[in-house]
């Protein structure tokens, strides 16, 4: 009798653990967003020397956060060129609008009459986890101008510890 009872109460208790884990399995897997921890240097693996420097920032009125990214790459001329992109963060995906700069030199005193940046396409940024995503990329209004790239995380910033979950913008 006792084994009997030994046993009902460990199966008993197996049941219970197995039903707690599998009721907190939706909790642990909840869908991917972005958050401050996928600020940091994104390399781009499969093209030489380029890469994103992405920081999410502060919150929009809505409660999305902002996202600023400077995108490194080289123009047709084989010469580097610089990107900058502003834009919201939209769940796993950074939606942002990509502008360009021209007409400054070197070192060029400021002037406030001067306006070299000017809006020439889209980037969205979309993760598949936290070190891993893909870039893709249109010019003007032309959609199918454009492309895609591969992305992953080359640098994050000092002590963070990014799990891909809303409660990574916990204070």
């Keep these: 009798m006792k084994t009997y009872q030994s046993f009902s109460r460990l199966f008993f208790s197996i049941f219970l653990l197995a039903w707690a884990v599998l009721t907190t399995i939706p909790a642990m897997a909840g869908d991917l967003v972005v958050t401050r921890y996928f600020s940091g240097l994104w390399d781009q693996p499969k093209q030489e020397s380029q890469g994103i420097i992405l920081q999410i920032i502060d919150q929009e009125v809505d409660g ?3 996202a600023v990214a400077y ?6 001329d ?8 502003v834009g919201h963060v939209d769940g ?3 939606v942002m609008q990509l502008h360009t700069a021209h007409g400054v030199g070197f070192m060029e005193d400021a002037a406030p009459e001067v306006q070299p940046v ?4 889209e980037l969205v940024l979309s993760f598949r986890n936290c070190n891993h995503g893909m ?20 640098a994050s910033l ?10 990574d913008n916990t204070p």
């Design 135 to 154: 870039a893709t990329y249109s010019w003007g209004a032309d959609e199918a101008d454009g492309g895609e790239f591969e992305i992953s995380k080359l």
């Design 92 to 94: 796993d995906r950074v």
């Design 71 to 76: 995108w490194f790459t080289y123009g047709d």
């Design 78 to 85: 084989l010469e580097t060129a610089w990107y900058l992109a």
């Design 158 to 167: 000092y002590n963070s510890r990014c799990s891909g979950g809303i409660s």
């Design 64 to 66: 999305n956060p902002k």
């Design 118 to 121: 000017e809006p020439v396409g």
